[in-house]
C-alpha cells in the first residue's frame, strides 16, 4: 500500500541548513567582512502584508550602523541557478528600505553555483559553506 508522505524533505532540509547557517554567524559576519561592533541587528526576517507594503521573508537580514543592509539568501539546492537572482531582486523591491539605507545582496549555497549566478556579478558575495565553516577570525 502507498502512504501519504507528510513532510517535504527538501524543504524540511532547506530549512535546517538555514538554521545551521544563522547558529554560525559569527562565521557569516566574518566571512562577508562585517565588524562585529557595527550590527545593529541580524537574522531571519520577516515582513508582514499591509494595506500599504506587501509582506516579504529574508532567509537572513544584518542592519548596520553605517545604514547597510546585508541580504543573505541561502540555498541548499544540489545546483543554484539563475533564478535566484530573480528572487532576491524580487524581495529586495518588496522590502521596505528606511531612506538612506543600501543593500548589499549575498549568497550562501551548499550545492554547486551556476556560471550564469557567477558571471551576472549581481550578488556582492557568493560564500559556499564549506568556506563558511572554514573561516577563522
Known amino acids: 500500500t ?3 508522505d507528510f513532510f517535504n524533505w527538501e ?14 554567524h559569527e562565521s557569516l559576519i566574518g566571512v562577508l567582512g562585517i565588524a562585529r561592533n557595527e550590527i545593529i ?19 537572513y537580514l544584518i542592519q548596520t550602523k553605517r545604514q547597510r543592509l546585508y541580504l543573505v539568501e541561502i540555498k541548499s539546492w544540489e ?6 537572482i530573480d528572487e532576491v531582486k524580487e524581495k529586495t523591491k518588496k522590502l521596505k528600505i528606511p531612506r538612506g539605507f543600501s543593500i548589499s545582496a549575498n549568497l550562501v549555497h551548499l ?8 558571471g551576472a556579478e549581481y550578488f556582492d558575495k557568493i560564500v559556499s559553506f564549506e568556506k563558511l565553516l572554514r573561516w577563522q577570525d
Not at 550545492?111 to 557567477?118: A, R
Open 41 to 59: 541587528q541580524l537574522g531571519p526576517y520577516f515582513q508582514f502584508g499591509t494595506k500599504v507594503k506587501v509582506g516579504v521573508q529574508v532567509d
Open 2 to 4: 502507498e502512504s501519504f
Open 11 to 24: 524543504s524540511v532540509f532547506g530549512y535546517q541548513f538555514e538554521n545551521l547557517i544563522q547558529n554560525n
Open 79 to 84: 545546483r543554484v541557478e539563475a533564478g535566484v
Open 111 to 118: 550545492g554547486e553555483v551556476s556560471d550564469q549566478v557567477i
